[in-house]
């Protein structure tokens, strides 16, 4: 993953592996 973007970004995507675990 990229880490050089927005912080918001890492949340969304943070977000999004605790709703879809299997979205990896």
């Known amino acids: 993953m ?3 973007k ?3 970004f890492k949340l969304i995507i943070n977000e999004l592996d605790k709703n ?3 979205h990896k």
Do not use: R, S, T, V
């Open 6 to 8: 927005k912080p918001l």
């Open 2 to 4: 990229i880490k050089k």
């Open 20 to 22: 879809n675990p299997d």
